[in-house]
């Protein structure tokens, strides 16, 4: 290389002047691997390879970050489940990208002597690779092995297991477990998944006679104790079933509230906490009192304030428990909205699910039914919780928070005032006070998040829909009279009729009579056979003396008439179009003329023309007309009769006669 060559090549930075030659005695040393390749080919045919310092150098070239290095052992889990600490995590992270240096560093080598006819051999590459490795140790932070055999054994297992072969056998206690092929880890997790829930001891027992037969070290019932809890999710649903699984194990799904009131309702029943004394008696006639009875409350909550729309208390739950308390939040509707809504979805769990589907769906625009026992999903859980502290607990029968739970009151202070628990009937006064207490607390606050829905959302439900899904029942049926349906409810004999004519066209069929006992004013007639409906109105009760009428009496006299008018024109005109279309046929048909229907249905004549009917007609409905005039003028003119014959009943003439003569 000549001078200018060199001054010129370090001018442009392809040599990388290390130390200045400036000075007495001083000499430029450059960086061997900046010199370009053609001069450093000459360099090693003449004076050999590098000192080592430059292989130092070299393999620091190739010394890059390694992020999936990172993000593996940041993630990487110990027999425990314990991740590794962050010293540790940067030791092997600085091993591994040390270990992929070396491996490029030989290749490099390698390639290099090989294509340069070197005669430097491969163990003396790896001597000389041990040496740069273990100077540079302070410098990177790596803890690799400094004798050259142990680096290559160590490349060759990183090289065949990736990264997790740095991870040390002395975590998580991996070198003296006694649990390591996968043999022993399903024997093992087969007898805690066991659905007869052996304890410790017992697996155990089994596990070691086993472990005995296939020369397994055993294991004590503290080590088995501690591998249930590293394996608790596999084993869990093995010994708590899938229900236990989902609600212990399984990551459940966070929701939040409804924004507006309407828009959800949840149903569910819960055990009320309140102790109540019960007397009964045996068939030898012998009276007993038991004082551990509770009631049983289903609750319709609106979680978007968790209002408790509907309620209903009884012995038991069941399906008509359910249906009172849904009944219950309808009718509720009216009293805080004005009129009876449906919620837009429902949620209940799966109770009487067959029965109460098709109700649900009823009351709402959608039902979607809770997994089967995965309480959680349900948010009246946590509501009874806060009932049951806010309310129930204050009371001095109260029974406590459910059996597992440690807030209990004092059994011995509760049995010497057991005597002093009301009856069934006290304790459900209890309870719907409270009910009352806390819709009081939020009926502010539900009114207004009502005024502010979007109306698309509010859905009223009808009467007859309303009367029809949640309605009562006498338990019989009734027919049709002229004077309407006579019914028995609570005791009392009521009188139902509609004014739609169709109600009259099925006289014939049997009907049910559903009804709300808050409002007898309506009534529902219902053929489940036909799954035909009519609203009756209570028939209106007009005075027999002229004397007792009062204002809407003639009103509801003159519906009654056109309502009898338009009947008896609908018959007419169905008699018209009946006339018509049958000697329309015998028209069309003369084989009928032969036929014993022709003697009956043409007249004398045999004429079958419609004009002749329909001029025979024009006299009954003329004689009809006048009828009907006349009564009218009859009536207007008894009722004027009436009145004058009642006014000369109430005035002395004489009076005014005698004043005239004095």
Request: positive net charge; hydrophobic residues 35%.
């Amino acid at each position: 290389m000549s001078e200018s060559n060199y001054k010129k090549l370090c001018s442009l930075g392809k040599i990388n002047k290390m130390v200045t030659g400036r000075g007495l005695g001083n000499k430029a040393q450059v960086e061997f691997d900046s010199i370009p390749e053609r001069f450093r080919v000459q360099i090693v045919k003449k004076l050999g390879y590098p000192p080592k310092k430059c292989t130092q150098n070299l393999i620091l070239n190739y010394y890059k970050d390694d992020y999936e290095a990172v993000d593996f052992y940041a993630y990487y889990l110990l027999d425990e489940y314990r991740t590794l600490s962050t010293e540790k995590q940067e030791e092997y992270v600085k091993n591994a990208q040390m270990l992929q240096a070396l491996e490029i560093y030989i290749k490099e080598t390698l390639a290099f002597v090989k294509s340069r006819n070197g005669k430097r051999g491969l163990t003396e590459i790896w001597n000389d690779a041990a040496v740069a490795v273990a100077e540079v140790k302070d410098q990177i932070g790596h803890t690799l092995p400094k004798s050259s055999r142990r680096l290559k054994e160590k490349l060759d297992e990183f090289k065949k297991e990736s990264y997790a072969a740095l991870v040390s056998e002395n975590f998580g206690n991996k070198k003296a477990s006694k649990v390591k092929d996968s043999q022993q880890e399903a024997l093992l997790r087969s007898l805690l998944r066991d659905h007869r829930t052996f304890d410790n001891e017992q697996i155990a027992m089994v596990y070691n006679s086993v472990a005995k037969v296939q020369q397994f070290p055993e294991l004590s019932a503290s080590t088995i104790g501690n591998y249930r809890k590293k394996w608790n999710l596999l084993v869990y649903a093995g010994t708590k079933g899938e229900k236990g699984f989902d609600n212990a194990i399984a990551m459940h799904v966070k929701r939040s509230a409804p924004t507006s009131p309407m828009l959800f309702w949840t149903v569910d029943g819960w055990d009320a906490e309140l102790l109540y004394q019960k007397s009964s008696t045996n068939l030898k006639g012998n009276s007993t009192t038991t004082y551990h009875n509770r009631l049983t409350m289903v609750v319709v909550l609106d979680p978007s304030v968790k209002y408790p729309v509907g309620y209903a208390i009884g012995t038991q739950e069941n399906a008509q428990l359910i249906k009172a308390a849904l009944r219950n939040a309808v009718q509720h509707t009216e009293e805080l909205f004005g009129s009876k809504h449906k919620v837009l979805q429902i949620q209940a769990d799966n109770y009487a699910k067959k029965e109460m589907t098709s109700f649900y769906e009823i009351v709402s625009d959608k039902f979607t039914p809770a997994k089967v026992g995965n309480a959680k999903s349900k948010v009246i859980e946590p509501w009874f919780k806060h009932f049951n502290k806010t309310y129930c607990q204050l009371a001095p029968n109260w029974s406590g928070q459910g059996i597992k739970s440690k807030v209990q009151p004092n059994d011995e202070y509760l049995n010497k005032i057991r005597h002093s628990f009301p009856d069934q009937e006290g304790c459900m006064m209890q309870l719907m006070r409270m009910i009352e207490m806390e819709r009081e607390r939020l009926q502010d606050q539900y009114l207004q998040a009502y005024a502010e829905m979007p109306q698309d959302a509010k859905k009223a439900i009808s009467q007859q829909e309303y009367l029809l899904h949640f309605g009562e029942t006498t338990g019989f049926t009734n027919k049709l009279s002229h004077n309407g349906l006579h019914v028995a409810i609570n005791g009392r004999k009521m009188e139902y009729d509609s004014f739609d004519i169709n109600f009259r066209m099925n006289a014939h069929l049997d009907w049910t009579i559903k009804f709300d006992s808050n409002n007898l004013q309506e009534v529902l007639a219902y053929n489940e056979k036909q799954n035909i409906s009519f609203i009756l109105q209570q028939k209106y009760v007009q005075p027999m003396a002229l004397y007792d009428r009062k204002d809407g009496d003639s009103e509801q006299l003159e519906k009654i008439r056109d309502f009898n008018k338009d009947a008896k024109k609908i018959v007419l005109e169905t008699q018209a179009e009946d006339s018509r279309i049958v000697n329309q046929m015998f028209i069309q048909s003369p084989e009928l003329d032969h036929t014993l229907a022709k003697m009956l249905i043409v007249d004398s004549r045999g004429q079958h023309k419609d004009q002749r009917n329909s001029k025979r007609l024009e006299p009954a409905q003329k004689l009809l007309a006048k009828q009907n005039k006349t009564e009218q003028k009859t009536v207007e003119t008894n009722w004027e009769k009436e009145q004058n014959d009642y006014l000369s009943s109430k005035t002395d003439f004489n009076k005014y006669l005698n004043l005239d003569h004095e």
